[in-house]
């Protein structure tokens, strides 16, 4: 039946509706390819993350066969694709974990969670993999579960770096063990310290694990050594380094001496959080130093001992040479010249005359010979007028024999050191002018001596060709024996010898010795 014709606008509105009708499909249209076009550019970031990742990514169905692996697992493993898809995950597990492995398997797929485990896969050549996996099971629409998907990651290198670090820690504590250092850490806020195990050593304590603890160190320092133990602590927290011996209390009862140094340890903002350090067992240290120092003492004494013997037996040679050879040498010159006038000249041949006129020479020389070595044993001015005296006197000697000049200042010591002390002391002076004149090929050299603050100072200075101070420890023992000699001398008193020289510059020696 013909229908009813439509008016012109109502072809019009019915075009326009088609119109928008055709325009919405268009646009669906257009938007579910958008749609599968951002699905598809999803997939494809997606599968490429999984497919470059450096992870193991595999999935296993509901009877733990594989289901898919990426390419890192076929790197990882040496096994291809088709060498896995379709067996059991088992099948690269490590024989003494795949009875572990399956019961996580089951716990998992009965929804229980399973936290990351490590394991070892079987590479295809044999080796050994550590991984470290992280495996969640999947489940379908309804909750069931179809399977797991795992990732893994290959900590071969971590395990290595691993070794190492516990090798490293092994290390350290050995040589903590051998060199009886232990350190420290203390934290400002919780007010618990951390100690290393020979720390726990060093005080007599059982080590305990390396967790924070409550120390409570006035229990183990010595009560004397308290006050410095805190200067040293608030050294440290006004940022400042520290270094203190203490003596520590071992339960035992025991006494150790330990030196301790330490720092402050800062945040990000630049505040103090706490301290670090380290504590040395020194008691052998000290115990050494104690018995040197004894021992120094000791050889201070015998050595000045053995320099008053030697002034004794100096003194008791020069005595014999005049009482007996100066004075048998005066009788025999007095002989000789009564046997001269006795016998008369005329009476004498020419050779008697000679002989006799040797004789007297001889005499003559032997007695200076005699009066110049009882000189050296001991100076005629020391024991009457002292130090400076004799330095004066044996000055003159020197510049007479020698040719060089010598100036001298100094004034008498009121009141007169001690004999052993201007022995010594004169003795000093001696052996450097006699290495001057050896060495130096000084033209002048002067002599100064002064006290200052309960202390003689003799300075001795020349203008010679000078040497190389750092080359004295390599000299031959023979020839630096007149430095050695100086050196203990000095020392010997309490006081302290000192040499500068720069080539073409001269010497200058300083004696220094408490009064």
């Excluded at 997606?46 to 999935?59: K, P, Q, S």
């Amino acid at each position: 039946m013909p229908g009813k014709k439509k008016t012109k606008q109502e072809l019009m509105d019915e075009v326009s509706s088609l119109r928008r009708i055709i325009a919405e499909s268009e646009r669906i249209e257009i938007d579910r390819l958008k749609d599968a076009d951002e699905l598809r550019r999803s997939e494809e970031k997606y599968r490429n993350l999984v497919e470059l990742t450096l992870d193991l990514i595999f999935m296993v169905d509901r009877k733990g066969k594989y289901t898919y692996v990426n390419p890192r697992f076929e790197n990882v493993t040496g096994y291809s694709v088709d060498d896995l898809i379709g067996r059991p995950f088992i099948y690269l597990v490590a024989p003494e974990v795949i009875k572990s492995t399956i019961d996580r398997f089951k716990k998992g797929m009965r929804g229980e969670d399973t936290p990351p485990y490590e394991a070892e896969l079987i590479h295809k050549n044999g080796n050994r993999i550590p991984v470290e996996f992280l495996v969640t099971t999947q489940y379908d629409n309804h909750g069931d579960p179809t399977g797991r998907l795992g990732i893994g990651r290959d900590i071969t290198e971590r395990r290595k770096a691993d070794r190492a670090l516990r090798q490293l820690a092994a290390d350290l504590a050995k040589a903590q063990f051998l060199a009886h250092i232990g350190n420290w850490r203390y934290d400002i806020e919780t007010k618990l310290s951390v100690w290393s195990e020979e720390m726990y050593r060093i005080f007599g304590l059982d080590p305990m694990p390396s967790a924070p603890s409550r120390i409570h160190h006035k229990s183990y320092i010595h009560s004397d050594d308290w006050s410095r133990y805190e200067e040293s602590v608030r050294s440290a927290l006004a940022g400042k380094q520290f270094e203190v011996e203490l003596r520590i209390l071992r339960p035992d009862g025991s006494v150790r001496h330990v030196f301790t140094r330490g720092e402050a340890e800062f945040d990000q903002r630049g505040r103090i959080k706490g301290l670090f350090g380290t504590a040395q067992d020194v008691t052998e240290r000290v115990s050494a130093e104690k018995t040197l120092k004894a021992q120094s003492e000791q050889l201070r004494i015998l050595s000045a001992k053995l320099s008053e013997a030697e002034e004794t037996e100096r003194k008791r040679i020069a005595r014999e040479l005049h009482d007996q050879v100066g004075q048998n040498l005066t009788v025999v010159g007095i002989n000789l010249n009564i046997l001269r006038s006795a016998i008369g000249e005329d009476s004498l041949t020419t050779h008697h005359n000679c002989l006799l006129n040797d004789s007297m020479l001889l005499v003559e020389q032997t007695s200076e010979f005699t009066r110049s070595l009882m000189e050296d044993l001991r100076p005629p001015d020391m024991d009457d007028y002292g130090l400076i005296a004799a330095i004066q006197w044996y000055s003159k000697r020197f510049s007479m024999r020698t040719g060089i000049e010598v100036i001298m200042k100094g004034d008498e010591i009121h009141p007169r050191p001690s004999t052993y002390i201007e022995n010594n002391l004169f003795r000093i002076v001696q052996e450097a002018l006699t290495n001057i004149s050896k060495h130096s090929q000084a033209k002048i050299i002067q002599i100064r001596i002064n006290i200052a603050d309960r202390k003689l100072r003799i300075r001795i200075d020349d203008d010679g060709i000078g040497f190389d101070t750092g080359k004295l420890h390599g000299l031959p023992e023979h020839q630096g024996l007149g430095l050695m000699n100086m050196t203990e001398r000095a020392e010997s008193m309490g006081g302290h010898f000192s040499i500068k020289s720069r080539i073409g510059k001269g010497t200058e020696i300083n004696v220094e010795v408490p009064l």
